[in-house]
């Protein structure tokens, strides 16, 4: 029997090939950074060769480091950052524009647009998404709209558009498919059909035949090429839905946290798609086969790792994004610095697109050191709102915190983020979750494992964090917090 499932995470900031034996264990990893790209302010793009090209190359690196080839996997799953939206030439394979990053704001006249057309509370009920920049209906009509012949190239089906699963598996498989829960991401899926949905795709003006085909998120989807030659690919499922099942989080009430580029908490609430009245998203969490769909309440945000990135690139007061941890610890507090990261405006549970990233309480007292620690301390800030939303919501406080994702490896962190939530925050043995979600979702299809219940049990905690904040310190800090927040608003306007 072959021992191992591959799993591809092209993620916002990297592209990794991983390994995994049947205990969900890692055996190899490779990973690879490509460029993020700024043509102007708020504007965010990835070429989308350079991610196939780095694809290849950590597929090759992962299997080289293992002594493994293609032929020993059983299958390989397929995981990727959402909603960054793609034109590419069927009969070349050549991207018509580099990709448009989900956290890019090009499409705020668009929203205005279709906001002042009316409408939203159809659209949200549909697809369970309010207008934003964020999804990709957008940004694939901005693409019609700016590139010259990309419309009538999409109408006669020789331009394709996908997110980054779909280019992926088309230069692995050479069929044009997506899967549900990233289709859930283009605002063009009707939430309860899985289906592309007609008065969307006449509200965008969006030609059909330049859509992937829907297909679940664990089947069978055909053989790969080179690198993978062979091997079946038979898992495929957007990353923070990778995480959910790489978390184990099969049961309703069952909640993750990932904490990468962005920040994401994905709540299982089971097999009905309810509305949030609290400025969270409804979303296909996952359809595995032909089991029944399995939705989850969202609270995405869009700034986490990238500040951390922002804070190394753009001001260079960190050299690797490891140093933040020993730049924040070598100050007691934020010394009241607080840090607004609304660099894409802010998603949940506020939705506005026209905010814009503010540092609040600087004076002469405050170091590079406070900025450091008061970054930190945001990402877990944004993380309290969205797990506040949630317990409003559905009227359920959380427990306590899975999380996963490259920032979780940061104990500061992890400490402040339990003392603001006031719960416990534990991180799993592996925290790899989005890669190691997209190899069950594979192996479920390949019989690799067997069901839910035997992927569950590979769960194990590695690390839990107690909160130690008073509760009246958690609450002024809060309160800081929430002025700082109202003061980004309005920017742009
Ligand atoms: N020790 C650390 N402390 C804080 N942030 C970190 C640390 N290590 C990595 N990061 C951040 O985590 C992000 C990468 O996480 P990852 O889960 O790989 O993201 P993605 O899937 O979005 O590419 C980067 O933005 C990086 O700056
Ligand atoms: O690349 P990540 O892990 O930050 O995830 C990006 C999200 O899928 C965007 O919705």
Known sequence: MTRYVGAIDQGTTSSRFILFDHEGEIVALDQREHAQIYPRPGWVEHDAAEI????????????????????????????????????????????????IVWMDTRTDALVARFSAQGGKDRLRAKTGLPLSTYFSSLKLIWLFENIPGARAKAQAGEALFGTMDSWIAWNLTGRHFTDATNAARTQLMNLETLQWDDELLTLFDIPRACLPQILSSSEIYG????????????GALGDQHAALIGQACFAPGDAKNTYGTGCFL???????????????????????????????????????????????????????????EALAASVPDNGDVYFTPAFSGLYAPYWRESARGIIAGLTRFSTKAHIARAALEAVAFQTRDVVAAMAEDSGVALEELRVDGGMAVNALLMQFQADILGAPVVRPRCIETTA????????????????????????????????????????????????AVTRSFDWTD
Not at 77 to 91: A, P, S
Not at 223 to 234: H, K, Q
Not at 444 to 465: C, M, N, P, Q, V
Request: glycine share 8%; net charge positive.
């Open 266 to 324: 994905l709540m299982n609430i089971g097999e009905t798609p309810r509305l949030s009245t609290k400025g969270l998203l409804t979303t296909l969490a996952y359809r595995l086969g032909e089991e029944k769909p399995v939705y989850a309440l969202e609270g995405s945000v869009a700034i986490a790792g990238a500040l951390v990135q922002w804070l190394r690139d753009n001001l260079g007061i960190i050299e690797k994004s490891a140093d933040i």
């Open 52 to 99: 196939w090209r780095n694809t290849q190359s950590v597929i090759a690196g992962a299997l080289n480091k293992a002594g493994l080839t293609a032929a020993d996997l059983a299958c390989v799953g397929l995981t990727n950052q959402r909603e960054t939206t793609l034109l590419w030439d069927r009969r070349t394979g050549a991207p018509l524009h580099n990709a």
């Open 436 to 483: 190691l979600g997209a190899a069950y979702a594979a192996g479920l299809a390949s019989g690799f494992w067997k069901d839910k219940r035997e992927i569950a049990a590979h769960w194990r905690a590695e690390k839990k964090w107690n909160p130690m904040m008073s509760t009246e310190e958690r609450e002024r800090r809060i309160a800081k917090w929430a002025k």
């Open 223 to 234: 053989a790969c090429r080179a690198p993978l030659e062979g091997a079946l690919l038979s």
